[in-house]
């Protein structure tokens, strides 16, 4: 699986737009981008996930460069609910592995009032 | 969210006693998974279950081995407990689809 490199901490201000971001140059043409969060003290959640096109969900906007080398997590109204860990994981989806996840150090991010 | 619990939800024994965790999961998920969590590691795979009586070895296996008789059920056994398995634990499951994996509350283990 492709090694993803992410900033260890960010602010943003409650209200505002926070922008996650993740390198992932070493990503293979089969791989998806996936990201998860955990708040403090409770088990990771799955945010959204995606192979080359942007996406969004109800939670989240997920945009990736056109060579995929990177992409950057969107909360467009950030919460103080939203202060967690994110992580950004890549990975091919339904191996054989058992679809095991690989989760690094992640972004602990910071809405502050 | 998918149903998944985890007993106990706190627990402190001795080294050398053995210890089992219990995930149980209501949507009948294929995949099960047992994570540790410790400061400074991240989330790192100890076994997973692909179906009832399957199951393999994670990144950090060595101390641990499971069990799933049901595929509501995995269990993660120590057989002997050592300080360095002190950590939280978290169970998984996923459908098998788009790598989308659901997290129990975890368990918190403190072995003295």
């Known amino acids: 699986d492709a090694k993803t490199t992410q900033p260890t901490s960010m602010d943003c201000a409650e209200g505002r737009a926070a922008n996650l971001p993740c390198n992932h140059s070493?990503?293979?043409?089969?791989?998806?981008v996936y990201w998860y969060r955990q708040i403090h003290s409770q088990g990771p959640q799955y945010i959204i996930h995606?192979?080359?096109n942007n996406e969004t969900n109800e939670m989240a906007s997920l945009i990736i460069t056109e060579d995929r080398k990177s992409s950057t997590l969107i909360l467009p109204h950030a919460t103080l609910r939203d202060t967690a860990v994110y992580y950004c994981?890549?990975?091919?989806?339904?191996?054989?592995?058992?679809?095991?996840?690989?989760f690094g150090g992640g972004t602990r991010l910071m809405v502050k009032p | 969210d998918a149903g998944i619990t985890q007993s106990p939800r706190h627990k402190v024994t001795e080294t050398g006693t053995p210890v089992t965790l219990r995930c149980h999961q209501t949507?009948?998920?294929?995949?099960m998974y047992w994570y540790r969590q410790d400061p400074g590691h991240g989330l790192r795979l100890i076994h997973y279950?692909?179906?009832?009586?399957?199951?393999d070895k994670g990144e950090v296996s060595d101390g641990y081995s499971v069990s799933r008789s049901k595929t509501e059920d995995f269990l993660l056994t120590l057989e002997s407990a050592t300080s360095s398995q002190t950590s939280v634990y978290f169970c998984?499951?996923?459908?098998?689809?788009?790598?989308?994996?659901?997290f129990g509350p975890g368990t918190r283990l403190t072995v003295l």
């Open positions: 995606g192979l080359k």
């Open positions: 279950s692909y179906g009832v009586k399957d199951t």
């Open positions: 994981i890549v990975r091919v989806e339904g191996n054989n592995a058992g679809n095991m996840l690989t």
């Open positions: 070493t990503i293979s043409g089969n791989e998806y």
């Open positions: 998984a499951t996923s459908s098998g689809t788009y790598n989308e994996q659901f």
């Open positions: 949507e009948n998920h294929r995949y």
